[in-house]
Each structure stands twice: as structure tokens, then as C-alpha cells.
């Protein structure tokens, strides 16, 4: 099966793809283009937002306006006026790390974790935001975060740290968001690629863009990959089920660090790709605070 490419928009990084339920649209985040893009599906539609600051990842608010992990600060923001109201200062002793990828719990908390991009030193961590504000680190030592999604029934988180080439499987408290002692769910050191953004299923399983693997994958819940969606550029990055019926599996690409003679053979990098893998996706919960 390979997925199509539904939206020439060649971001320089495309990232961090979540569908909002409320508004039935799709939105994501060009890092390093500093844009949030949205999509509706419904009428073809999109737009793009220009952004003060890299934004890494990011999640609707359920009282409006969204929550923004920028590459150095945790913030509210209010996309119409720019309004800005910073909560957290990340790592500010470290000006090697930023932030990148998250996700919220199925209680409306939102996880999210640092990388190096300065060094790849394993220096960075994990933080959790709750619904009155407030930050927990839940990882450290950590060199690149991603992957981070909850289970159906949100009471286990998955996580890589990208470099060790592994998926992680945290026990994850959902009255408190504590998280236990992880278990490799999937060892992907035999993979194309290294496992980049994630999203799960209705029926449990795990799906991981593989940067610079030109695929996603599904892993099963007993840690196998079970099914590879095709994705005809090098840089697979992130991805989510959206649509009306959650059938659709969106895939966000990056243009980032590639060659001209990459680019040249592969026009379409940094597009957002699509495919109907014939499974349905969860609804994210919108941020609670």
C-alpha cells in the first residue's frame, strides 16, 4: 500500500499532524518554516499561519486558542491576535536543545520532549503540562524525543528516544500522568528508517513515520510490524488518523537537510501524503487547561 500525496505545500519540515475533531480540520507545524498549516478535508481548503517562533508541536485548547511548545517555550496562544502567554521556559541553561515532539493524554494533558540539535548529546528531556499549568519531567537523558501517543485506553504511553532505534512502552498513570518502568514494544534497529512521529489505532496499533525510511509502519500491540504504508519521499515524519470517519491516515514530510539532487528526484518532499489503510484512528483529547 503507499500513500498519495494530497497537498503540495514542500514545508521545509512538516511535523507534529493532529486533527481536531471540534472544527474537523487538519493542522500541523513546519518547524523550521515557522508556519502552522491547516487542511479541511471536507472542501479542500487550506491555510497557512506564520509563526514568531518555531513551533514543534502543538494541541487545540477545550476552552479555545491552542497550546504551543515554540522550540524554547511551553506558551498559550491565541492564533488570531498572536497573543502569547508564556508558562514554561525550556532547558534555558542548555542552548543546544528545543523542544520537538508531543502529544496530549487521553485526559487532555500534553506531553512533551526535547532534543540536542547542537550536539545529539542525550541531555534533554521529557516534560508533562497539566491542566492547571503546571510542568512535571517525567524523561531525562534524553537526545531526540518522538513517537510520543497514548493507548486507547490511555494508561500506556509510547515514546523513542530516536537515535536508540526503539519504540518504548511506559505504564502511564491516568489519574496522576505518572509514568512506570518502560518495555521495548518494538526494536527497530532492522528498519529503513528511524522511527519519527506516532499515532495509535482503534484496535491498538501503533503507527511510526520512519525518517529517512520512506515509510510508515504499523506495530501490533505483540510489538510486530504488521503492515507498511509506502511513502514515495525520504522523510517521512509524523502522522495521524483524521476525516469524518478517523479512516484516513495523514503523513507529514520534510525537505530538511536534503541534497538538490534529492529534492530534484523527489519534487514532492515536504508534502502531506495520505492513505485509507483500512483501520480507524482515536480522537485526540483537546488540551485541558
Not at 508533562?128 to 500506556?156: H, K, M, P, W, Y
Not at 528508517?193 to 510508515?216: I, K, Q, Y
Request: proline share 5%; charged share 25%; with cysteine.
Amino acid at each position: 500500500m503507499q500513500a498519495a500525496l494530497l497537498l503540495d505545500c514542500k514545508n521545509e519540515h512538516g511535523e507534529g499532524v493532529i486533527w481536531d475533531a471540534s472544527s474537523s480540520l487538519l493542522w500541523w507545524t513546519d518547524i523550521h518554516g515557522r508556519k502552522l498549516w491547516r487542511y479541511d478535508p471536507e472542501t479542500g481548503k487550506t491555510a497557512s499561519y506564520d509563526m514568531p517562533r518555531r513551533v514543534a508541536c502543538f494541541a487545540p485548547r477545550k476552552g479555545g486558542g491552542l497550546i504551543v511548545a515554540f522550540d524554547q517555550t511551553i506558551a498559550l496562544f491565541d492564533l488570531e491576535t498572536g497573543a502569547i502567554d508564556t508558562i514554561h521556559e525550556f532547558e534555558p541553561g542548555n542552548a543546544d536543545t528545543r523542544l520537538n515532539d508531543g502529544r496530549t493524554d487521553r485526559q487532555g494533558r500534553l506531553v512533551v520532549g526535547g532534543m540536542n540539535e547542537g550536539t545529539g548529546v542525550a541531555d534533554s528531556t521529557v516534560l508533562r503540562v497539566d491542566a492547571d499549568l503546571s510542568v512535571t519531567q517525567l524523561i531525562e537523558g534524553v537526545a531526540c524525543a518522538n513517537s510520543t501517543c497514548f493507548s486507547v485506553a490511555g494508561d500506556t504511553m509510547y515514546f523513542a528516544d530516536t537515535p536508540e532505534k526503539t519504540i518504548r512502552a511506559y505504564p502511564y498513570d491516568v489519574a496522576t500522568g505518572e509514568i512506570g518502568k518502560s518495555e521495548i514494544l518494538c526494536d527497530m534497529r532492522d528498519e529503513p528508517g528511524l522511527p519519527d512521529g506516532s499515532c495509535v489505532d482503534a484496535d491498538g496499533g501503533v503507527w511510526n513515520a520512519e525518517w529517512e525510511g520512506r515509510r510508515v509502519v504499523r506495530i501490533a500491540p505483540d510489538g510486530e510490524i504488521d503492515r507498511v504504508i509506502e511513502v514515495p519521499v525520504w522523510k517521512p515524519t509524523c502522522c495521524t488518523f483524521g476525516g469524518s470517519s478517523l479512516d484516513t491516515l495523514f503523513i507529514t514530510t520534510s525537505r530538511l537537510a536534503s541534497s538538490q539532487e534529492v529534492l530534484d528526484a523527489e519534487p514532492a518532499s515536504g508534502g502531506l501524503f495520505a492513505v485509507k489503510p483500512g483501520v480507524r484512528g482515536v480522537k485526540d483529547a483537546p488540551f485541558a487547561g
